[in-house]
């Protein structure tokens, strides 16, 4: 069982402004014919699953706000994409054992997939070019499975940043 964790604000910006970084400099480099994990995603999903999963909308608000004033695309759209696919995740994490890694796992990777096809509908919605069809539905699946795979370095290093202490379960036998 996680502890009751609220992080600081200061340490919590630093490490959005971190993961931004991250995004935008050290995976292209990782990039696998133009799927890039993404690292605010993994951010956000971390902070619903294992943080604060009564506040992840707020953060994700703030993330999506923060990858908006760093990507060439129209403003609010990753916004309300974050804040959308943020109460995805909250719906999902009140139903279902946070802890568990295979919940993690499947959780990082519905909200992935949901706030990435979010974003390609507002994209459509805004701009009169922008494609919907099978090709967009497969790369935003390709990138989400991209992303889920950096959760066993990822969520580790973010709980020692955030110094999550785990608490031992006690399982009632009656």
Known sequence: MQASLKPSHLRLTAVSFF????QMAVFP??????????????????????????????????????KDLFVN???????????????????????????????????????????????????????????VHFLVWVKSLSIAGYTVIFIPVVFPLFKSIFRVQTLTRQYELF
């Open 19 to 22: 993961v931004i970084w991250l």
């Open 29 to 66: 480099v990782i990039a696998f014919r133009d799927i890039v994990p993404d690292s605010p995603l993994l951010l956000v999903a971390f902070f619903g699953l294992i943080l604060d999963r009564e506040r992840v909308v707020v953060y994700a608000f703030f993330a999506g706000f923060l």
């Open 73 to 131: 695309s129209y403003f609010g759209l990753e916004t309300a994409s974050f804040v959308l696919g943020a109460i995805v995740l909250n719906q999902i994490t009140s139903r279902f054992d946070r802890e568990d890694p295979w919940v993690q796992a499947w959780a990082t990777f519905l909200f992935s997939f949901f706030v990435l096809v979010a974003f390609c509908l507002f994209s459509a919605v805004v701009e009169e070019r922008a494609p």
